[in-house]
């Protein structure tokens, strides 16, 4: 079956550009995660879906960051006025059921801020 | 918070046993201690996660004493696609006001040497 899917897997913003990124995740997984991985260090958390609802949002680093699921399936993570910091991979994980289980990750997306 | 830390990298020959140990001196009753897996350009892979004691499936064991205050992975036999960097996360912490604190580590980047 399908993995995780993410789009776009690569993109360059300019300074203060809108982005959405999209996860597609393993069919009836309930639970959904973004992270943030900045180049040699390892995921950080940024949000946690359980369905629809957003249960953890306490790693975004900002406002400008938003993240939603409204269908329990596919989500986006939207970054307004984007800025060089924000430039990272964004993985999305998906897992069966709840925090504590294996969580399957996607391919990432390679944000780059000019 | 339960931090994590882990060797930065470590260098094995094939056919090794490479051991890799994750100090968590702040875990929590509640946590699991999970690895993951990562190749270049890609998500995090699971590999296995415990409570205590030991856990054994078919590509790792992970060796948790009762203090639980760290946690060693440990690979059989190594071959040169076992390079990757290996990620211990401790968690779900929850700490109330909708936080469940999933933190990985900075990872350890294992090289197997021909």
């Known amino acids: 079956g399908a993995g995780v899917s993410q789009s776009p897997r690569y993109k360059v913003a300019k300074r203060g550009q809108d982005v959405a990124l999209r996860c597609d995740p393993i069919?009836?997984?309930?639970?959904l995660f973004w992270y943030q991985q900045a180049l040699g260090q390892g995921p950080e958390f940024l949000t946690y879906?359980?369905?629809?609802?957003?249960?953890?949002k306490s790693g975004l680093p900002s406002d400008r960051f938003f993240a939603e699921r409204p269908e329990g399936s596919v989500s986006t993570l939207k970054i307004q006025r984007t800025q060089q910091e924000d430039s990272a991979v964004y993985l999305c994980?998906?897992?069966?059921?709840?925090?504590?289980?294996?969580?399957?990750f996607g391919p990432g997306t390679r944000l780059t801020v000019t | 918070l339960a931090k994590t830390t882990q060797p930065i990298s470590m260098d094995s020959y094939e056919g090794q046993e490479v051991n890799i140990t994750c100090s968590h001196n702040?875990?929590?009753?509640?946590?699991?201690i999970t690895w993951y897996q990562q190749f270049p350009s890609q998500g995090p892979r699971f590999i296995i996660q415990?409570?205590?004691t030991k856990v054994t499936n078919e590509v790792a064991s992970l060796f948790i004493p009762a203090d639980r205050k760290s946690s060693t992975l440990s690979l059989p036999r190594v071959s040169l696609s076992d390079t990757a960097v290996y990620y211990c996360?401790?968690?779900?912490?929850?700490?109330?006001?909708?936080?469940?604190?999933?933190?990985f580590g900075k990872g350890t980047k294992l090289s197997v040497i021909p």
């Open positions: 702040n875990i929590a009753t509640n946590d699991y």
């Open positions: 069919s009836g997984h309930v639970s």
């Open positions: 996360l401790v968690g779900p912490t929850y700490s109330g006001a909708g936080s469940y604190q999933l933190t």
């Open positions: 415990g409570y205590k």
């Open positions: 879906f359980q369905n629809e609802a957003q249960l953890d």
């Open positions: 994980a998906s897992s069966l059921s709840g925090v504590t289980s294996e969580q399957y």
